[in-house]
């Protein structure tokens, strides 16, 4: 018969032995779902790595395609007093008046929005109800029993289309037509899913509508090539601030052509001009015409758009909320 000792050590070498297993098969099972999840977050965009553009009162986030604008109201403004069940409505007041401001100075080519369509009732009245319609990002009081509201809209829908040249129209489908044969068979070659440039050595200020030329101007990528549907649901071209996060992302799909941009345009600033050997290798994709009329195009910023540490983002004077006579 065992005594009580053989017995002891037996149940704790069976308890250690099956703690041991247990966390074994845990290690096996956790670390590859936080090697996974720590991946995930080391690949997604941070707010400190994205195309900016700041205002006073506001931002343009171009990676996002949304804009965003702050509001206050306390209960002693300049236009006197508030009473507190107000104040909220009066913080909401100011974002829209600042985001409104804000759309119209997004750059369409040379212009702004205002300098390009302030005299057209039918736009400016859309600008105002896109504001209207943004959402609440953020509200809180301050020390001073103020209210500040943060307000979001996006840049892609119903702004572009109603800022959008009318140039940019609706393509019809291309049929692709692949010529090359082999042996009486059709030979088929790789296939280009979008259009990378890399244009962060030319300091090259985000625009709503850029524009690809070669040297020696034949349009590569613009009005011409861009189908409006694409261009108003996704915008003409996306912007990102590192080739890496570009040739992730889903937009120009697994095998984009990748291009280095050579100079800005001298006086169209939505213009970026490459190589002629560049743009001959976008002209010999057969299916070049149905990525870019899919808008399926990424611009890589340099460090003046890229908001890669506090205060280094673009900034700009936001301008009066006055209409041009």
Known sequence: MPNHLSIHIFRKKYIVNSLTALFFVLVTIVQPAYAEKKKETHSRKTPENQCMTMFENGCINWS????????????????????????????????????????????????????????????????????????????????????????????????????????????????????????????????????????????????????????????????????????VQFGVAKYLCTMEEALEDRRTGPNPIVLKGLRKGQENRNVLIIKNADAQKVEKAAERHTFLKKCAVIIVLGEKSCCRSAGSCRSVPQEPQAEAP
């Open 64 to 231: 996002e395609g949304l804009i965003t604008a702050t509001g206050r109201a306390g209960p002693d403004e300049d236009g006197g007093p508030i009473s507190p069940e107000s104040i909220p409505g009066a913080a909401k007041a100011d974002a829209i008046r600042n985001l409104v401001t804000i759309f119209k100075t997004v750059k369409i080519g040379k212009k702004t929005v205002r300098e390009k369509l302030a005299f057209d009732d039918a736009v400016m009245a859309g600008i105002e109800k896109t504001a209207s319609d943004a959402s609440v990002a953020r509200q809180y009081y301050t020390s001073d029993t103020a209210m500040v509201i943060k307000l979001k809209a996006p840049i892609r829908g119903g702004f572009l289309q109603l800022v959008l040249p009318d140039e940019i129209r609706e393509i019809p489908r291309v049929k692709q037509i692949e010529k090359d044969t082999e042996g009486g068979k059709i030979k088929k070659a790789v296939e280009h899913t979008g259009l990378v440039i890399d244009a962060r050595a030319l300091d090259f200020e985000p625009v709503l509508n850029p524009a690809v030329f070669s040297e020696k101007g034949d349009q590569i990528y613009g009005s011409l090539f861009i189908s409006r549907e694409y261009a």
